[in-house]
């Protein structure tokens, strides 16, 4: 299986599967210097790890990360070499024998069909490398990419699981990392609504999708290429590559098909301090390119296709089955998926930087 591979100057290569001893990434182009503690890494795999509250799947992953190669250590501080990092991340609660029973069928909603097709075998235990389990090394080198751009801060939110919807009008930061708020949403009212309506999802055997949404504060502008290495282009890219994830949108996205050219115009003024945007429906991103606004991106996952109730599929004999998934699965994989789209926002920016970098001499 190739195109494991993402990025150009800053690259990241992950490996391993869902049931393996070990999943990890490999960090090339990280610029030498990069000062940062293990901590780092860690408190953002801990945002993505599951089993910490009922509505996320059971598995109980400490995800510890380790840094094999790439840094060297300064007290508490690691620095980047400009070698290439890599980081490993033990498995240690896999249990295959859930996958049993559907070695030989094929899950709906699921890549076991198409992988079995194009390779002519595919790793029924987790689903392999197409887990969500996978994205815990995405996660990690994101944690990296953030400490690329001096001064940037990434960060998302679940905007809406299923037919619940937050109320923009109570959006609040902070509140997105709260102890009490097990689904990352900025909404403080909106957390007894999600747990209600998860737990019927729930306990009836099936699953739900979401909304979230990123938004990449502190961005230099001119990031970006105008034609084949669009921002916005490279963002989506790596959002839809995400597990799960069926559609991406840039700013307004899909509502702006809805605008006349007068409402949808971010108009400009003179300021204090240069020119400024009296809006922000492109999601900071012009033409390809940053604008110095921030940047806002939102992605639509599916519901978790492993559930408890029976679908109607076939088996690799082309006999007619009928499936019941069994394992620990989310019943909301978009909740955990907050962390992960951080992390590919964080990643891509990172490149562009070093791209505008090594072509202009400079950052605006």
């Excluded at 403080?188 to 999802?201: A, H, N, R």
């Excluded at 999601?283 to 408890?308: D, E, H, N, W």
Aim: charged share 25%.
């Amino acid at each position: 299986m190739s195109h494991n591979t993402f990025g150009h100057l800053f690259r990241v290569t992950t490996w391993g599967e869902s049931h393996g001893p070990a999943l990890g990434c490999v960090v090339d182009g990280c610029p030498p210097g990069i000062r940062f503690q293990l901590s780092d890494i860690q408190a953002d795999l801990d945002r993505r790890r599951p089993g910490k509250s009922r509505f996320v799947t059971q598995r109980q992953e400490p995800d510890q990360v380790k840094i094999l190669s790439g840094v060297l250590e300064d007290g508490d501080e690691l620095i980047t070499t400009g070698t290439p990092v890599s980081m490993l991340i033990e498995n240690v609660d896999q249990r295959s024998k859930d996958y049993g029973e559907i070695a030989r069928q094929y899950r709906p909603g699921h890549a076991d069909y198409t992988y079995d097709l194009k390779y002519g075998l595919r790793d029924y235990r987790g689903g392999g490398r197409s887990s969500a389990r996978e994205t815990a090394a995405r996660v990690a080198a994101g944690a990296l990419a953030r400490k690329v751009v001096p001064g940037m801060v990434v960060r998302g939110a679940l905007v809406s699981m299923g037919v619940k919807d937050i109320d923009r009008a109570n959006w609040d930061w902070d509140f997105v990392q709260s102890a009490d708020n097990p689904f990352f949403t900025p909404d403080p009212k909106s957390v007894s609504v999600f747990e209600d309506y998860l737990d019927g999802i729930r306990k009836a055997g099936s699953s739900v999708g979401a909304i979230v949404e990123i938004v990449a504060d502190n961005v230099p502008a001119g990031l970006g290429a105008p034609i084949y290495a669009k921002l916005d282009q490279e963002i989506a890219s790596g959002l839809m590559s995400i597990n799960a994830v069926k559609g991406v949108e840039i700013g307004n996205g899909f509502e702006a098909a809805r605008f006349t050219g007068e409402e949808n115009a971010d108009e400009m003024r003179m300021g204090n301090d240069g020119p400024r945007f009296l809006s922000n429906k492109a999601g900071g991103i012009l033409g390809g390119i940053s604008t110095g606004q921030p940047v806002v991106a939102r992605f639509a996952v599916k519901p978790t296709s492993s559930i408890l109730n029976t679908r109607q599929s076939i088996d690799v004999d082309g006999q007619e089955v009928d499936v019941r998934t069994k394992g620990r699965h989310d019943p909301c994989v978009g909740i955990r998926a907050v962390p992960i789209g951080e992390a590919m926002v964080a990643c891509a920016i990172a490149d562009h930087y070093l791209r505008h970098r090594g072509q202009t001499g400079r950052v605006n």
